[in-house]
């Protein structure tokens, strides 16, 4: 009994190991005589098994190069792929007769390759088929990420052989919402002094000492300053002295918030401000180029995988510098001041980043006096001039990408929608500069219309 359960263990055991090491098996076509053949397809480096309906005595491929046969007996021919490529295969009877020609196509071998692509990309929608000696990728992904993966993958199959028909599913629209804020402050400050001294007998002596803009006299440059004057006289003597202060203070903002929406791939740019005219001459004349100045952005986004954005933005904020000029055959042309950032980032949507720091600080002083008489205390500032002037500018971006999708045009709503043209009573009787607020009744754009926006003038998208 015991013998008997021992030899039936010993059959399962091999019947296991047989099960878990199959024999690779060819596949097998057949091939009838008298019928038209349908093309052989052989995937390269694997082999097929052709079998014949009658007895064959002679075998030949046109091109042993793309594949190779061998008989296997009077009616089985063992066909291996080689290379890629298109060959013929002759089958030939008893006394020459021909039995078939078949044409025999060596395609590259997807069954791994389609393997590991459910692998690295499980989910995704992806057709792969053979085309000459090369390989066609169709269907859809989710991400440009994930298209580039899988063009990757097949490249190292079928290398300069790959066809791409994938497309990309998903938003694929990028919208831009950049927020520019720049801040210029300047002081300056100015302290002047200056002494006359006249005698008149008989003729005139005028003369004078000191460092301001009216030496001999009393007149004033600060026309938003202040000035201090003391004028004693006695007989034909004059004595006129003059102290003149000037301080200045200005503080200038610039605001933009461009919207700009763009294809994943494709640039977009925005300006707001104007273009100066430049004259050129050359040897046809004169002609008339434009220089664009204000706030420029110019941004390419591409999105990578799902809801990430990468975003190569440049941005810049110029004007025209009226302080430095050019003149030349006659015309006076300005010079420009900009402020200019280029960068590549990577984020999530509705994501932001600030491009800060950009900062600049312009210090000047100048001090000029009457040599000896400037440096005596105390009186020594009635002979000396000093001028202070600070400028400074700082200069934020804040960029934050949205992936948008487009909507029905009945769901958008424009400033002008709510207000309408006053009457001639309200504008007349009643000072109305507008009429009463018309809203839409219906539709999405109704429900945007309900919403209170209170604030400043603008148009709030969200």
Known sequence: ?????????????TAIAFASFPMAQADTLKIMSGTSQAPLNVPMNRAVVVESDVPFSELSIANPGIADVQTLSDKSIYVLGKLPGRTTMTILGKGG??????????????????????QILPGENIDVRTANDGIVLSGTVSSAQKLDRALDLAKRYAPDRVSNLLSVSGTQQVMLKVRFAEMQRSVAKSLDSSIGLGVTNRGSFTGGIGNGPSVGGAGSRAQNGGGLGFSLGRGTFQMNLLLEALESKG????????????????TADFLAGGEYPIPVVDDKGTTIQYKPFGVELMF????????????????????????????????NVNAFKKRATSTTVEMRDGESFAIAGLLQDDFTDA??????????????????????????????????????????????????DRVKPPSESDLFLYGKVQGGTRKPTKGAAAEVAKQDFSGSYGYVME
């Not at 986004?301 to 006659?330: C, K, W, Y």
């Open 1 to 13: 009994m015991e013998f008997r359960t021992l030899i039936k263990a010993c059959l399962i055991g």
């Open 97 to 118: 007769t021909l039995i078939s020609n078949v044409d025999v196509q060596v395609t590259p071998d997807i069954a791994e390759f389609k393997e590991r692509l459910k």
């Open 251 to 266: 503080v200038v903002r610039t605001l933009a918030e461009p919207n700009l929406t763009a294809l994943s791939g494709q």
């Open 300 to 331: 390419t986004p591409r999105v990578v995988d799902g809801n990430i954005i990468n975003l190569e933005i440049g941005a810049s904020v110029s004007s025209i510098d009226t302080a430095t000029s050019v003149t030349q055959n006659g015309f």
């Open 367 to 416: 001090s000029s006096q009457i040599p000896w008489l400037g440096d005596v205390p105390v009186l020594g500032a009635l002979f000396r001039s000093a001028d202070f002037q600070r400028k400074q500018s700082e200069l934020v971006i804040i960029v934050t990408p949205h992936l948008v999708s487009p909507v029905r045009s009945d769901a958008l709503t424009l400033p002008t």
